[in-house]
């Protein structure tokens, strides 16, 4: 029979593992009787762990959630993707809940054998964020969690949004928060402006209390994904694509093409030609985009592309004509 402490350690391993366990299997899976079974429930209760009876033929045990955090059992495995997990997060959560995240990670290091110290410390991540001239602004941590908790109960929210508080409350339901590009948002629909918006929660104070529960409503695209996609693209359908997309010819190869493409589909026509499909909020920004590669150009589609190739040919006319008259 192994060791008490042992016994506990694999004891405490399956309960994490599913919701019930009748003490004959427990028994069975760990070598021992049903009565040291309940006598090694009765030693993990004491430290801590809520383990609940479940009435059946055999008698059952079920781990639940208790009124403080007991120490937590984690496999090699499990141990080196949270850390992993954590040492990304607490670069790109871009809010107050990153320097959570790093004594978090702390913790678990001073904790681990040292084994998998070694092995961490051969996969040190740094997550690195795309350069902004907006950094995001931090979050509060128990705003967050009021947001959240509203989107549960499913409870209309209300709250002052932005810097000024002397108008009237925003009044919306609470469907998802979501993190884009470093910030958190919530997708709510607005009450007061009856339609889908998109709030920054760094800007969101609620107020308390929150208003009545709500039936959720179903969003305007097949998932929160293609919905927030589609919304910060300025695209006005559920489809979540660009609102203005096109197709052009390159005399550059795929590869090199695919290299400088990190929203769009290329595809090769000879080992020195492709097709580029890429979308934009504009076609004039897009035609821009498009020639950015530095390539001879074939339009195939649409129209409006070809036209805003040349109202850019005409701008960039007028502002070398400028440049040699000076």
């Known amino acids: ?3 008490t402490s042992a016994r506990l350690l694999a004891l405490l391993s399956l309960l994490q593992t599913r919701r019930d366990w009748s003490g004959t299997v427990l028994a069975d899976r760990l070598d021992i009787s049903l009565r040291t079974v309940r006598r090694d429930v009765d030693r993990l209760r004491e430290l801590g762990y809520p383990i609940a009876a479940v ?5 059952g045990y079920r781990l639940g959630a208790g009124t403080e955090l007991p120490p937590l059992l984690f496999n090699d495995d499990q141990a080196v993707a949270l ?8 670069t790109t959560l871009g809010s107050g809940l990153a320097e959570s995240a790093e004594r978090a990670l702390n913790t678990i290091r001073q904790v681990m054998p040292s084994r998998l110290r070694h092995r961490i410390a051969a996969l040190d991540v740094t997550a690195v964020q795309r350069p902004t001239t907006r950094p995001a ?6 705003v967050l969690l009021t947001v959240s908790a509203a989107v549960r109960a499913r409870e209309v929210l209300r709250f002052d949004y932005g810097s000024d508080d002397t108008k009237p409350p925003r009044r919306a339901e609470p469907h998802h928060v979501i993190t884009w590009d470093g910030r958190w948002y919530l997708v709510a629909w607005d009450l007061d402006r009856d339609d889908w918006r998109t709030f920054r929660v760094d800007r969101i104070n609620p107020r308390t209390p929150t208003g009545p529960r709500f039936q959720p409503r179903a969003l305007p695209a097949t998932d929160v994904a293609t919905y927030v996609t589609g919304a910060f693209r300025g695209c006005g359908d559920a489809s979540g694509n660009w609102p203005c997309q096109g197709t052009v010819l390159l005399d550059l ?13 290329v595809e090769p026509i000879t080992p020195d030609r492709c097709r580029l499909t890429l979308g934009s909020w504009s076609w004039t920004s897009l035609a821009a985009a498009i020639a950015r590669y530095d390539a001879d150009i074939e339009v195939i589609g649409p129209d409006e592309l070809t036209e805003a190739f040349a109202h850019l040919a005409r701008r960039f006319t007028r502002t070398t004509a400028g440049r040699s008259r000076s």
């Open 55 to 59: 009435k059946g033929p055999d008698g």
């Open 253 to 265: 190869p795929a590869a090199t093409v695919a290299l400088y493409t990190r929203d769009g589909l």
């Open 83 to 90: 850390t992993i997990a954590l040492q990304a997060s607490a």
């Open 1 to 3: 029979m192994p060791k």
């Open 137 to 142: 602004a931090p979050v509060d941590t128990g």
